[in-house]
């Protein structure tokens, strides 16, 4: 929502500028430009990216206009299904998540989280690692099998994100190189009416406008809001990995679910007593809670 919002906002003042000063709209619509610009930034991503960057690509920039996965809800939502899993394992040993974590479809603790089902990476980040831990791997090891995993993700996450922020750098060049199209096509038309090459002139100055206004407007800030998804992504996964590492040192449930619970982002973290609710089904979480998430 708040992209669009920005969008509107970045768009909506250059014009509104541009208008201020008695501009002519109708001289900044030059689809010849715009198809230069934009043809040549679409072809360049086309050439440096595989397939299957290029889905990332657009699932990326599809999910900007979306709100983010990881709010607080989510988060106790997941350290909820945590308790509850490694309560079950304190009381019924490690061998007790084996059929939870073969078929998380069918356990009765991870089928009460939608989300964490949906989301295949996460699902199967969590339930790989506990198939490690019930066949007897060390905490220490488990720990750096899921920071590689982690490390793995996020550099997977960052590369259609490095694509993007390439292309964007490339729109202010691509603005000249229709900018230089334009002034060859006005020096074709010298001797003409003035009318005719004061046109010509300003189309070609547009394209180096819409180069850097794509450049700085639209495409990097999209980029860098695919950057922030990671980011949140990473640290999703980072508390997964604490809450996990640290039941399986020892600590009891209630203990790494608060210790997880330290490792969650400030802007989305609960309270302790919203935590202690939500594992403890004492009462609902506040709405204040709910509210924030949305």
């Excluded at 509850?84 to 603790?109: C, H, I, T, W, Y």
């Excluded at 066949?135 to 099998?145: A, I, K, N, R, T």
Aim: glycine share 10%; hydrophobic share 50%; net charge negative.
């Amino acid at each position: 929502m708040f992209t669009i919002i920005g969008i509107v906002v970045v768009f909506g003042s250059v014009v509104g500028g541009y208008l201020m000063e008695h501009g002519n709209i109708r001289v900044l619509l030059q689809p010849a430009e715009l198809l230069i610009i934009g043809g040549a930034a679409a072809g360049t991503v086309l050439v440096a990216n595989p397939l299957h960057i290029l889905k990332q690509i657009v699932g990326g920039i599809t999910g900007v206009f979306g709100g983010s996965k990881f709010t607080k809800q989510r988060y106790l939502d997941s350290l909820k299904m945590m308790y509850e899993l490694f309560n079950k394992a304190r009381k019924e040993g490690l061998m007790a998540l084996e059929n939870d974590v073969e078929e998380p479809e069918k356990s009765p603790v991870f089928s009460k989280n939608p989300e964490f089902l949906k989301d295949h990476h996460v699902r199967d980040y969590v339930c790989d690692t506990l198939r490690m831990a019930v066949s007897g791997s060390e905490p220490f090891d488990l720990d750096q099998l899921m920071e590689l995993d982690m490390e793995v993700h996020h550099h997977a996450y960052t590369t259609p994100i490095a694509s993007l922020s390439t292309m964007a750098d490339s729109l202010p060049g691509l603005g000249i190189v229709a900018a230089v199209l334009g002034v060859v096509i006005t020096m074709g038309a010298l001797g003409g009416p003035p009318e005719e090459i004061g046109h010509k002139v300003a189309a070609a100055l547009v394209g180096t406008f819409l180069g850097i206004l794509l450049c700085y407007g639209l495409v990097g800030p999209i980029a860098a809001n695919m950057a922030k998804s990671a980011d949140e992504e990473n640290a999703f996964l980072h508390v997964m990995r604490v809450v996990i590492i640290s039941f399986l040192k020892g600590t009891a449930p209630i203990m790494a679910v608060e210790v997880a619970r330290r490792a969650i982002p400030g802007h989305v973290r609960p309270s302790f007593k919203e935590l202690e609710a939500a594992c403890r089904n004492r009462a609902e979480v506040p709405a204040e809670a709910a509210a924030a998430s949305a």
